[in-house]
């Protein structure tokens, strides 16, 4: 029923910014939804990076806070992740996942490719 599809993803300097985009089609509840970017770097598991909850408080991982930004706008259907201040350790495949708060009902996107290299 939910389709999530990232975008936004390249390669960029040490230092450089990028924006992520999620949209999420086939379904029309995306406000209901606990939005949350994951990430999975080469020889390690994956990790939560960001999370929004439906009524837009926002939490991140101690590595990039202060550098990424977690938005949404549900008009749109969409989730953001503003990265800045990029790191090579930053490189990883970035996941978009919804989480409906009820078991067994959750998407994950196909990710996206974000390498920081100088």
């Known amino acids: 029923q939910g389709q999530l599809v990232e975008s936004g993803g390249g390669l960029v300097q040490p230092g450089g910014s990028l924006r992520l985009s999620c949209a999420v089609s086939?379904?029309?509840?995306?406000?209901?939804?606990?939005m949350g970017w994951f990430r999975q770097a080469p020889g390690k598991q994956r990790e939560m990076v960001a999370q929004?909850?439906?009524?837009?408080?926002?939490r991140y991982s101690d590595s990039v806070k202060g550098r990424f930004t977690i938005s949404r706008d549900n008009a749109k259907n969409i989730l953001y992740l503003q990265m800045n201040s990029l790191k090579v350790a930053d490189t990883a495949v970035y996941y978009c996942n919804a989480d409906s708060g009820v078991t067994g009902i959750g998407y994950w996107g196909q990710g996206t490719q974000v390498t920081v290299s100088s």
């Open positions: 086939g379904n029309n509840f995306f406000s209901l939804y606990t």
């Open positions: 929004i909850t439906t009524t837009d408080d926002t």
